[in-house]
């Protein structure tokens, strides 16, 4: 039997979170998708939440708090309803933190979790995502070829959050493709290294308060010790279900946030002397808009489960991404619909929802729980 009662500690972080997410992130977000920018101020507040120091070990500086991915999800469904943009953003440390303190060397650790237990925001980011339309986890293009006692990295990925910004860079790249997922392997990139170019800013449809680029590898060269995991290497199978899962949960935030911006709108609004909520067409697209949020959550915290129990939940991850991506278009279309002539206009925020929900499809492996 699945229980999915959250426990005291989880119901205090989706409060603390929920309410800096409606109170600090949400007023912001629309600024923040105008200018492409996010105040440092709202960053520095979100990293002083503890949201990527909590996990880490005490003897690096961290919280020492155990790590759970439906706690995760909580953080990032909570983020996602303040903005998706602004929750990426301030959660993208995690992308380089949470897979060495769970799979990288002792090495490693010691070299690099403690810049994430600071005072102060440090950027980081993963490049998993490659400009190809036919893009698939399993058949990765990147590659990583043993030279010596270092690696040559070389390939192209698209989508790397804040990689302009950030000291170390986790590339993924196949080592042996004919292994397909258990043949890839994540590789330590400093900025500055030798064959690694960044790109101008991507400019995006949606989600425009995240700060995207793509990157070329060109013979870049790393040392042994870049490799995450040493020679026993990571699951990248793990690794990118947790990451399916959080961009799944930052989908299900976005989609409570338009419904609850379109259920309130049409309690307030009048057409022909009655609210429209009173309208059935209206009401019944309010009901099918709950419905998917709770099934989509529950896909969400499915996946999450088999995860904290220590199982594969490779399949689930992927129902629950490609569920959410659909619904959570579906669900900000609707409460477009709902505004009417309204929804379309930068007066109301339903319109930015439906542009951030329509990349959830395509983004991939940006987020962590």
């Not at 709202?42 to 880490?56: K, M, N, Y």
């Not at 983020?79 to 959660?91: A, M």
């Not at 976005?254 to 429209?276: C, H, N, P, Q, T």
Request: one cysteine or more; proline letters at 2%.
């Amino acid at each position: 039997m699945i229980d999915f009662e959250l426990s005291e500690e989880q119901q205090m972080i989706r409060d603390s979170v929920g309410a800096f997410a409606t109170e600090q992130i949400r007023p912001a977000a629309r600024a923040a998708d105008e200018t492409g920018a996010i105040a440092s101020d709202l960053v520095t507040q979100a990293w002083q939440l503890g949201l990527v120091s909590g996990p880490i070990p005490e003897k690096f500086g961290g919280g020492g708090d155990s790590r759970s991915a439906i706690t995760g999800a909580i953080i990032a469904e909570e983020l996602g309803y303040g903005d998706i943009g602004i929750g990426l953003h301030v959660l993208a440390p995690r992308l380089v933190a949470f897979p060495i303190a769970e799979m990288g060397t002792d090495e490693q650790k010691e070299r690099l979790l403690k810049q994430f237990t600071g005072a102060n925001f440090a950027a980081a980011s993963a490049a998993v995502l490659e400009p190809a339309f036919d893009f698939d986890l399993t058949a990765m293009q990147t590659t990583a070829k043993r030279d010596g006692a270092g690696w040559i990295l070389n390939g192209s990925k698209g989508c790397v959050p804040l990689a302009a910004d950030s000291e170390t860079i986790l590339a993924y790249a196949a080592t042996d493709a004919a292994k397909g997922l258990a043949g890839v392997d994540g590789f330590l990139v400093v900025r500055h290294a030798p064959g690694l170019k960044i790109s101008e800013r991507e400019k995006n449809m949606g989600l425009r308060a995240l700060a995207t680029y793509g990157l070329t590898l060109e013979n870049c060269r790393v040392g042994s010790d870049a490799r995450l995991g040493g020679d026993k290497g990571i699951n990248f199978s793990r690794l990118m279900s947790e990451a399916r899962i959080a961009i799944a949960a930052f989908g299900v935030g976005l989609m409570r946030s338009a419904f609850d911006y379109a259920r309130d709108y049409a309690k307030e609004r009048k057409a022909f002397g009655v609210f429209i909520a009173q309208k059935q067409a209206i009401a019944f697209i309010l009901g099918d808009m709950a419905i998917e949020i709770d099934a989509a959550r529950l896909l969400v915290w499915e996946a999450a489960s088999r995860l904290d129990k220590g199982e594969d939940a490779l399949r689930e991850s992927y129902l629950a991404k490609n569920y959410v991506a659909a619904s959570a278009l579906k669900v900000a279309d609707n409460a477009v619909q709902v505004l009417g002539g309204h929804g379309y206009v930068r007066d109301h925020p339903v319109e930015m929802w439906l542009r951030n929900a329509r990349g959830l499809a395509a983004i991939e492996g940006i987020a962590t729980v």
